[in-house]
C-alpha cells in the first residue's frame, strides 16, 4: 500500500518567516496530492491541492511543488501568522478513491 | 450551507461493547469517507461509500462497519470493542466520482473505551 513520510513533525518559526513542510510517498499511482490543515478540536480542512501533470501551484502566502518522478512534494507558507499555528498533513491518492496523509507536521508560529 | 455533521461528539464505551457513529454530508455531497485518528498511527482510511455502495475499505479487521443511506447519510458500527479503539474516528463527505473532489471533515466524534 501507500506510504507517505512527512518531515518535520514539528516546526516551530517566527511570524513572518517562511515554513516548509516536505513528504515523499511510494505509490508512483498517485495523481492528485491535497495538503490539509487541522486546528484544534476540528477535522482536516484542505488548504491547497496540486495534481500530477502540475510541478508548482501557488495561493497566496501558500505554495505547493511536486517532483513526481522522485515523489517529493512541499508545502511553503510565507510570511507565517499565529493563526497558521496547526497541525498539516501531506496527503496523496494512491490512484483510489481514498487518501493517504502523512504523519502530520506541528507548526507553530510565535509571535 | 450546513458542513459536515458528526454525532455524537463524544462517546465512553467499555471492552466488549458495541457502538454506532453517525454522519450526515453536506447537502449534495453523494460520497462519505470515514477516518480513524490516533496519536500512534495517525489518519488511517476504514472506508468509503458512495451511492449506498461500499466502493473502498482500509486494512482494518471486519469489527468495523459502516453503511450508508439513500439520503447520503452514514453510520459506522464497531462491534467487541477494545482499548486500541480509542480514536477520534472523523467522516468527510465529497461531491464524489473521484479522489480529486475536495473532502470535507466533519469534527469528529472522540470514542474512548475502558
Known amino acids: 500500500g501507500e506510504n507517505v513520510e512527512q518531515h518535520p513533525s514539528t516546526l516551530s518559526v517566527q511570524e513572518g518567516d517562511s515554513a516548509v513542510i516536505k513528504c515523499t510517498y511510494s505509490?508512483?499511482?498517485?495523481?492528485?496530492f491535497p495538503w490539509y490543515k487541522q486546528e484544534l478540536g476540528k477535522g482536516p480542512q484542505l488548504i491547497i491541492d496540486?495534481?500530477?501533470?502540475?510541478g508548482e501551484k501557488k495561493d497566496q502566502r501558500i505554495a505547493v511543488t511536486l517532483n513526481k518522478t522522485a515523489k517529493h512534494f512541499s508545502l511553503h507558507i510565507t510570511e507565517t501568522q499565529p493563526e497558521d499555528s496547526a497541525v498539516y498533513f501531506c496527503?496523496?491518492?494512491?490512484?483510489?478513491?481514498?487518501?493517504?496523509f502523512g504523519t502530520g507536521t506541528r507548526l507553530t508560529v510565535i509571535p | 450551507k450546513a458542513g459536515v455533521t458528526q454525532t455524537p461528539r463524544y462517546l465512553i464505551k467499555t471492552r466488549g461493547q458495541q457502538v454506532t457513529l453517525s454522519c450526515s454530508p453536506i447537502?449534495?455531497?453523494?460520497?462519505v469517507s470515514w477516518y480513524q485518528q490516533t496519536p500512534g498511527q495517525g489518519l488511517q482510511f476504514l472506508f468509503e461509500?458512495?451511492?449506498?455502495?461500499?466502493?473502498n475499505k482500509g486494512n482494518f479487521p471486519g469489527r468495523f462497519s459502516g453503511r450508508q443511506f439513500s439520503n447520503s447519510r452514514s453510520e459506522m458500527n464497531v462491534s467487541t470493542l477494545e482499548l486500541g479503539d480509542s480514536a477520534l474516528y472523523l467522516c468527510?463527505?465529497?461531491?464524489?466520482?473521484?479522489?480529486?473532489?475536495?473532502?470535507?471533515f466533519g469534527p469528529g466524534t472522540r470514542l474512548t473505551v475502558l
Open positions: 461509500y458512495f451511492s449506498e455502495t461500499q466502493r
Open positions: 468527510a463527505s465529497s461531491r464524489g466520482g473521484t479522489s480529486y473532489n475536495e473532502q470535507f
Open positions: 496527503v496523496t491518492d494512491a490512484g483510489a478513491n481514498n487518501l493517504f
Open positions: 447537502s449534495g455531497h453523494r460520497s
Open positions: 505509490d508512483s499511482a498517485s495523481n492528485y
Open positions: 496540486i495534481r500530477s501533470n502540475v
